[in-house]
């Protein structure tokens, strides 16, 4: 088994699972006293997610699931064929239709550029034998849905630091390597580095809790520059409300990386989908 890539693929989805009980939470005074133990899992407390119960995913997880379903049976990414593949899971689902993915099933392709497309890539490293591919797959996965060209660059990025963190450990020390490859993303980058002292609450919501890259982009910066475990990071993520899980998932794979991660158990013990989950990852 190829246990980096099990890891960030099983802590995408195990990011997605835990926020669900905050997400899309914006109000600061509801997110201080919404009825959670942020302990453990939690069924969905936004509106936008009513249907949803603990051991859920939001709608961004379950496109990841979908796309790792996808790849444990054809083990390699073409996209046209996981266009049919997707649009064919999304005319049936039954939870939320973003903007992207209402667009999206129409044509291929929309002019989103929120956040969430660069948490989901990480199903694609089971046909990455390269960073080249692997920067190629992920271009044309973001494509599908988030076909701009800030979503395209920031994907870009997070691919990079994914790919580069899997052979270096130091998180940070690739971020600072990266920008200078990005100075588009610039702005955010260094806002993220620099808040690394600050409060996350009060950062998160400075820099905007909402679905953009423009919002969230510095958000998950700020997260992986700080030297708490993953579920101290995913709670203070969470606490913080918004959208949490496009800065969850893109924070969870990158972490993920290291030989340290570990997840808490009890969070991937109480997914819905665990079985159908790990009969995916089979194949690593």
């Known amino acids: 088994m190829n246990q980096q890539i099990y890891n960030s693929i099983m802590a995408s989805l195990t990011a997605d699972a835990y926020v669900l009980g905050s997400h899309w939470v914006y109000?600061?005074?509801?997110?201080?006293?919404?009825?959670?133990?942020?302990?453990?899992?939690?069924?969905?407390q936004s509106i936008w997610h009513k249907e949803k119960l603990k051991g859920d995913f939001t709608h961004y997880g379950d496109q990841t699931l979908h796309l790792l379903e996808y790849m444990?049976?054809?083990?390699?990414?073409?996209?046209?064929?996981?266009?049919?593949?997707?649009?064919?899971k999304m005319s049936n689902y039954s939870g939320y239709i973003d903007g992207a993915t209402r667009n999206s099933l129409e044509n291929i392709g929309s002019e989103s550029n929120d956040l969430s497309i660069c948490g989901r890539i990480a199903p694609l490293l089971i046909d990455a034998?390269?960073?080249d591919i692997f920067l190629?797959?992920?271009?044309?996965?973001t494509e599908i849905t988030h076909n701009t060209k800030l979503a395209i660059l920031s994907t870009a990025f997070f691919a990079e630091l994914l790919w580069d963190s899997r052979q270096n450990q130091d998180i940070k020390k690739n971020i600072e390597?990266?920008?200078?490859?990005?100075?588009?993303l610039l702005r955010w980058i260094d806002a993220g580095v620099k808040s690394k002292d600050a409060d996350t609450f009060t950062s998160i919501r400075n820099f905007g809790p909402a679905c953009g890259i423009e919002d969230g982009f510095a958000g998950v910066i700020h997260l992986l520059?700080?030297?708490?475990?993953?579920?101290?990071?995913?709670?203070?993520n969470a606490k913080a409300g918004g959208d949490s899980s496009a800065r969850g998932m893109?924070?969870?794979?990158?972490?993920?990386?290291?030989?340290?991660?570990?997840a808490p158990q009890e969070?991937?013990?109480?997914?819905?989908t665990i079985e159908e989950i790990k009969k995916y990852l089979s194949i690593l």
């Open 27 to 44: 109000d600061e005074e509801q997110l201080k006293n919404l009825p959670i133990n942020w302990e453990i899992l939690n069924d969905a």
């Open 72 to 88: 444990s049976k054809n083990k390699v990414f073409d996209k046209n064929d996981y266009y049919s593949f997707w649009k064919k």
């Open 129 to 131: 034998d390269s960073k």
């Open 136 to 141: 190629k797959r992920s271009k044309e996965l």
């Open 177 to 184: 390597l990266l920008k200078v490859k990005y100075p588009e």
């Open 225 to 236: 520059s700080l030297k708490d475990d993953f579920k101290t990071l995913m709670q203070k």
């Open 250 to 262: 893109t924070v969870a794979i990158i972490l993920a990386t290291q030989d340290d991660f570990k």
């Open 267 to 272: 969070w991937v013990d109480d997914i819905n």
